[in-house]
């Protein structure tokens, strides 16, 4: 008796694995992977501090070889436009001074390509306790929603906090410091919406049709200042339709 129950429940366990296995399998579906994870082939920045490091790209300025300005790690095989993004990343300070700043740029634009220097659209991260997960518009209109709120752009500009998507404190405490943390971008029409760890950070619709872009590049942002190091990993990229 005892041995069959235990076969029932390898059987049992074993059709649950298939199950959830062809679940992940399926969910997905229409994502397309896009890094290599061997080098930056489909990437273009700065050779001097964007390389591959164990299976991750990795973005690291020191005080002997700082970045000049905020520049940007840019995916030549496309853009995008109504997509949902995937990936994980991990950023922390290159010494006691604390800063780490960087971010996922999207629906983007090359200003100065001399030193891939971008302005858009930011999934924006960070070593401290206020950016990681805002919307942040790179060379342009700035902050568009901290961490937890639910905003509206009206067509003048204006933006108008409408709601809220979770407390800010609570979404912080939930971001790894120092490790590995999933980001996710979903981006359709003039909705935008950023997840960190599956806790949604922001939700908002940009209704100022003149500066509200809807397509553009993608890019992996290593901010100017004090030395840090960020990486990522596992990018995947799926269009919406």
């Not at 229409?30 to 501090?49: A, Q, R």
């Not at 070593?127 to 709120?149: C, D, M, N, Q, V």
Request: proline share 3%; charged share 25%.
């Amino acid at each position: 008796m005892k041995i069959k129950t235990f076969i029932a429940a390898a059987l049992s366990t074993a059709l649950l694995f298939q199950a959830t296995a062809a679940f992940a399998a399926d969910s997905e579906k229409g994502f397309k992977k896009i890094f290599n994870g061997k080098d930056l082939s489909g990437w273009e920045g700065s050779p001097d501090l964007w390389s591959v490091k164990d299976g991750t790209i990795t973005g690291k300025t020191t005080a002997e070889n700082p970045a000049k300005e905020n520049t940007f790690l840019v995916w030549t095989n496309g853009t995008v436009g109504d997509f949902e993004l995937h990936c994980q990343f991990k950023i922390a300070p290159g010494d006691d001074k604390g800063f780490a700043n960087s971010g996922i740029q999207y629906r983007s634009q090359v200003v100065k390509p001399s030193y891939w220097v971008v302005s858009g659209y930011q999934a924006d991260m960070e070593a401290g306790p206020t950016y990681s997960g805002i919307l942040y518009e790179e060379k342009a209109r700035g902050i568009l929603a901290k961490r937890g709120e639910k905003v509206v752009i009206d067509k003048d500009g204006k933006i108008n906090v409408v709601g809220s998507v979770g407390d800010s404190k609570e979404i912080e405490a939930s971001i790894k410091k120092g490790d590995w943390n999933d980001y996710k971008i979903v981006a359709k029409g003039n909705h935008l919406q950023h997840f960190i760890n599956g806790k949604q950070t922001i939700d908002v619709t940009d209704e100022q049709e003149a500066k509200a872009a809807k397509t553009g590049i993608l890019a992996l942002q290593l901010h100017a200042g004090p030395p840090m190091l960020v990486q990522f990993k596992d990018i995947q990229i799926k269009t919406l339709k």
